[in-house]
């Protein structure tokens, strides 16, 4: 809530960071070291303030279990039913994720960047999936859906399981010294469900896992991706300190209903301009947001989503360098 020197960046640049550094995503997720490398060779190329330490969005769904591919150079997605019953749910014994590879690689490599950087960098330790996406995983997406509308005590159920698992990866984070953590749950978004059901089986989980950060002494982030315009201020009750939005959703309507009450974390086309785009796109957008945010200092300018690895460095360096552009008194 105060102004800084200059506008932050905090970059979702996980794949691009790999690909620059010439790994595989194979080989960046199987190497906490490796992980690191990458993005302390981004911030030294492109001199951003914050790290998003994201590896995929799979890892809590393979440490409870779900069927995960591990694509040489993509990253890890979850693949098949898991929980073939919504009634299981009630029945699933508890699972401790800290004994999962990847849940530990991750760890590692934030404890890592943390032991380079400091207090220099801000290190923002993502938690993978949120309590509503983590069970679209266990059952699919389409048939949790059907879920939703079937069987709502049993959805409920799953989700109390999944609220559990989130949180047990926010307070294993936690001890890595991040200066913040967040999560994603974007098939919570209007695209995929009505505001009325976000509001029934995603808000109430979300605050929970808000409120477990805060617990732990972390502002915390939420990252829901398409055009969210119709939940943010259902978006702000979860108590988030900061909502990394999508492109996709209007900028106006974010700054009138964010700018007195939690920091905007986006929200620039990370496909269409900046990996698409001419640099004279990238400008005239940043530009665009800047200016926008100019009386407010709740805006870490970021891609509204993770930055595709094909993404032009010249690209990168002119959204950073009309950043820092903005200058505060």
């Not at 794949?15 to 995503?25: F, K, Q, V």
């Not at 939703?148 to 990866?169: G, R």
């Not at 009750?237 to 900028?251: F, N, S, V």
């Amino acid at each position: 809530g105060r102004f800084s020197d200059t506008r932050p960046v905090m970059l979702h640049n996980f794949m691009m960071a790999a690909r620059e550094t010439g790994c595989t995503m194979a080989q960046y997720r199987d190497d906490p070291q490796k992980i690191a490398a990458c993005f302390i060779r981004a911030i030294e190329t492109y001199r951003y303030d914050g790290i998003v330490v994201d590896i995929d969005t799979a890892t809590l769904a393979g440490a409870v279990g779900v069927p995960v591919t591990f694509p040489e150079d993509q990253p890890a997605r979850a693949h098949g039913l898991y929980l073939k019953r919504l009634e299981d749910a009630k029945g699933l014994a508890p699972v401790e994720i800290r004994g999962y590879r990847y849940v530990q690689n991750w760890l590692e490599a934030v404890r890592i960047l943390k032991s380079y950087f400091g207090d220099e960098v801000w290190i923002r330790g993502n938690c993978d999936q949120a309590p509503f996406s983590l069970a679209s995983m266990m059952r699919t997406p389409e048939l949790w859906m059907m879920d939703l509308l079937a069987d709502e005590d049993n959805a409920f159920a799953l989700l109390e399981y999944c609220t559990d698992v989130t949180c047990q990866f926010l307070r294993l984070m936690a001890q890595t010294g991040c200066h913040m953590l967040s999560n994603g749950d974007s098939p919570a978004g209007p695209e995929l469900i009505s505001p009325r059901m976000y509001r029934r089986f995603a808000l109430p989980y979300e605050k929970r896992v808000v409120e477990e950060a805060h617990k732990l002494g972390l502002p915390y982030a939420l990252h829901i991706c398409g055009k969210t315009d119709a939940i943010l201020r259902d978006m702000l009750e979860t108590g988030a300190d900061c909502l990394e939005l999508d492109y996709k959703t209007d900028i106006g309507k974010v700054f009138s209903i964010l700018k007195d009450r939690a920091c905007l974390i986006g929200n620039i086309d990370p496909s269409g301009v900046l990996a698409q785009g001419t640099t004279a796109d990238v400008i005239r957008e940043t530009k665009r947001i800047l200016d926008l945010y100019s009386s407010s200092p709740r805006l870490i300018l970021n891609a509204g989503c993770a930055i595709p690895a094909e993404t032009p460095r010249e690209n990168l360096k002119a959204m950073i360098d009309t950043a820092r552009q903005c200058v505060f008194s």
